[in-house]
């Protein structure tokens, strides 16, 4: 198992910027994503990347505004999130998978972090 744990998050305005750390300690994972859950709704796909942090995968709502990217030095995946809105408002979550496939499907992923606020206000 991996151990992930989330920061970065906070409140913002619309239009502003935050960076999502994701810090992963025990077995290393090949596949890391970033999910997001808003408030009565399910748990959805922001982004992903693999080993290399070569291949990277985006939902279609944060394209050219979110970029995700791994550090394995450090053992770290962040999410740089720009341009915000209030509909990416949502306790975002950082989970971790060996296999490629299914990247965006969260019952694909075997560890996850505790999440973290985002809040964007209009």
């Known amino acids: 198992q991996v151990r992930l744990v989330e920061s970065g998050g906070g409140l913002v305005q619309t239009g502003g910027s935050l960076r999502l750390s994701c810090a992963a300690s025990?077995?290393?994972?090949?596949?890391y994503g970033w999910f997001r859950q808003a408030p009565g709704k399910e748990r959805e796909f922001v982004a992903a990347?693999?080993?290399?942090?070569?291949?990277?995968y985006y939902t279609d709502s944060v394209k050219g505004r979110f970029t995700i990217s791994r550090h394995n030095a450090q053992n770290t995946v962040d999410l740089q999130m720009n341009s915000l809105s209030p509909e990416d408002t949502a306790v975002y979550y950082c989970a971790a998978k060996r296999t490629q496939s299914n990247w965006d499907r969260s019952s694909s992923y075997e560890s996850w972090g505790q999440g973290t606020q985002v809040t964007v206000s209009s």
């Open positions: 025990g077995r290393s994972f090949s596949f």
């Open positions: 990347v693999n080993w290399s942090g070569l291949s990277t």
